[in-house]
């Protein structure tokens, strides 16, 4: 069972925590594709998650 979810939808952080579980940085500039997260989340509904 999941119990949590975390998306990074967004790469770019300009805080640079020195014990982030995250690889964001301020250069960075990726972000998550629309499909992709939608097709998660529907993913995760069929299964029977809640939202």
Known sequence: MIKDLCFEIIETCPNNC????????????????FDLFKRTIDYLLEKGAYV
């Open 18 to 33: 020195m014990f982030c579980s995250s690889c964001s940085s301020i250069d960075k500039r990726k972000i998550i594709d």
